[in-house]
């Protein structure tokens, strides 16, 4: 009896211990929609998303920029759901039409930007002392300077428009991601097939080629997503500064730049969907950017 009692106890007493296992230490789910799944169908959301807006940014774009001065100053209605300008000028069209260019020259601007990050993080690892402490010179003396000023003296010196955008982005958003790269590439530097590669003749490109970047992919790419919104943000502020695009493009920042005009007179549309509606594609791409990275980290992968 007493046998039978003690071992009675001992499974009672393990009864909380093994829920409380279990509970902090569940299981992913395994069902249709598991952590995974809803990660992968948030990203095709989002990519779809963002396609359409591209797609209705250049479908609408020559009603952008058609005038109707007998429609001037329109609040929102059934027929102009964000209203019109002082020109007549529906501000749905020109604020999908902004998008679109916002989203091209940040898509590009921001692929630029990360290949350049990754071929300095590769010459910094493999290229000896010298090379690294001339990329680490360089992205101190990058980061030193203010994102906005360095993009405007670049955007300037080029004559502005697009290409001075474009190249002004692409230069100023590498040194993060070229310190992440690197960072990783150092450890890839230290493994023992490394080595191995090494012995058996192969060198340089190649080299980065078959282990630098299948190695750094991951990162490669989140960081690629999350360069977007900073790449999108920055090209609206200086082109609302009057640096970037010209002001016959109908992009984001010229919308928001001539709608401060008209404020105070109470055309209170002019500003706010535009400014909304850039606000909600970089949380976007913001959320594209997270789920990515929980998807390639440690965790996201078990799941």
Known sequence: MRVHDACCDDAAG???????????????????????????????????????????????????????????????????????????????????????????????????SSVLAFALAALAAFGGRRADAAVSWLIDLTMGVPHIVLLVLISYALGRGELGVCVGVAVTHWPSLTRVLRAEILQLREQPYLACSRALGVRGVRLVATHALPYVLPQYLVGLVLLFPHAILHEASITFLGFGLSPETPAIGVILSEAMGYLTAGSWWLAVFPGAALLAVVLLFDRVGSALRRLVSTEGVQA
């Open 14 to 112: 393990s009864a909380p211990a093994a829920a409380s296992a279990t509970v902090f230490h569940a299981s992913p789910p395994h069902g249709v929609w598991n952590g995974r799944r809803v990660l992968l169908a948030c990203i095709v959301f989002a990519c779809i998303a963002l396609s359409l807006v591209v797609l209705a940014g250049h479908a609408l774009a020559p009603a952008a920029v058609a005038t109707d001065f007998s429609a001037k100053n329109l609040a929102p209605s059934a027929a102009h759901p964000f209203g019109t300008d002082w020109m007549g000028r529906d501000m749905l069209a020109r604020t999908l039409a902004g998008l679109s260019t916002s989203i091209v020259i940040g898509l590009l601007s921001a692929a630029v």
